[in-house]
């Protein structure tokens, strides 16, 4: 291209942005469908950069899900648990229904205590018959004798559900200094007040855990992600510093040079926030079969998933992918933009 040839471009190119500065008052829709095109044609300049950019934003989204998931699912099945847990107190074999209806009463004056299920000796051996109906082996002794040994045997037991098991320090003082309690309670075997609070402590810390992991390596994948946007929007100014000069030459306002730029990086956001829900749902999908069969509580997410919420959750992603694209490409522009 010649010298002249290079001067008529930008004699035209600057006829072009001043007619584009007057009709901007008559024409507000078309400065929007302008500043679209000049933006996706930006994006598409800078590909490399732009998928660069749009692939740490969806790893920073996926690892956002997952963060919350883990969360929700750790704390649920935790939460499960405590529900399904029952303290067992066993009371001397032969114990009557009348002392385990007295025995009832003492205990149910607790706070802590949601309900109450007791059963005689008599009973929990019915219920011992009853497991074990697929065994002809141990059907087959169950004689008289080998029933009447069982029961001198057999506790009776008296199971409480409770509001807190963390908090059953008036429970075992009741059990422990009660005259009723200590009078008919089971020396050999000592009442589950420990059972499975390991594990619940357990699924507790990994949902903490979860939690905090995944908050700081989010932070630390936005972090990049916005750097890198950083970068490709600076790039982009410095490669079309020569058009800026010329916009601002003919009067064009900020609002018309900055915003290509910013709809370079909200395109990244949107492409960034469908592929990391797409990416987030089947990959939970996968591994919910092999979750729920290692007991742990899917539920709430799975309600999400398999509703009209996942709509919802497509639009929190890709709003997500786009306040990030045009947070970092507004820092960038308003850094560079002035120095053009």
């Known amino acids: 291209m010649t010298k002249k040839d290079d001067k008529d471009l930008k004699k035209t190119s600057k006829k072009s942005l001043r007619v584009m500065r007057k009709t901007h008052a008559k024409h507000p829709l078309r400065e929007e469908g302008r500043i679209l095109k000049y933006g996706t044609k930006g994006w598409a300049r800078n590909i490399w950069l732009s998928t660069a950019a749009t692939a740490v934003m969806a790893i920073t989204m996926i690892i956002l899900f997952v963060t919350v998931v883990a969360s929700v699912i750790l704390t649920n099945t935790a939460e ?32 802590n205590v949601k309900s109450v299920a007791v ?22 002794v169950l004689d008289e004798e080998m029933k009447a040994l069982m029961l001198a045997k057999m506790q009776a037991t008296m199971r409480i559900k409770v509001h ?31 059972v499975n609070q390991v594990e619940i402590a357990t699924i507790t810390s990994w949902a903490r855990i979860a939690r905090t992991g995944g908050i700081i390596l989010a932070a630390v994948f ?6 890198i946007i950083f970068s490709t929007i600076r790039m982009a100014i410095f490669s079309r510093r020569e058009e ?38 089947f990959g939970f999908m996968a591994v919910m079969p092999g979750l729920s069969d290692y007991g742990i509580n899917v539920d709430t997410i799975t309600d999400v998933l398999e509703s009209n919420k996942l709509i919802l959750m497509y639009i929190v992603f890709v709003a997500v992918g786009v306040i990030i694209g045009r947070v970092s490409a507004r820092l960038a522009v308003s850094k560079y933009l002035h120095k053009t």
């Open 164 to 194: 807190d098991v963390d908090n059953l320090d008036s429970i075992k003082k009741l059990v422990g200094e009660n005259e009723v309690f200590k009078a008919n309670i089971d020396e050999e075997m000592a009442p589950t007040y420990d």
């Open 244 to 281: 800026i000069y010329m916009m601002k030459l003919v009067g064009a306002d900020k609002r018309f040079i900055r915003g290509p730029f910013l709809v370079e990086a909200e395109i990244c956001g949107v492409i960034a926030g469908i592929v990391a829900a797409t990416a987030s749902y």
């Open 222 to 227: 936005l972090v990049i992600s916005v750097l």
């Open 80 to 111: 499960m648990m405590r529900e399904k847990i029952d303290i067992t107190i066993y009371l001397k074999p032969g114990t009557s229904s009348k002392v385990l209806g007295q025995l009832t009463d003492i205990i149910t004056k607790d706070k």
């Open 119 to 140: 059963s005689t000796s008599e009973e929990e051996y019915e219920k011992f018959i009853e497991e074990n109906a697929g065994s002809e082996e141990i059907l087959n």
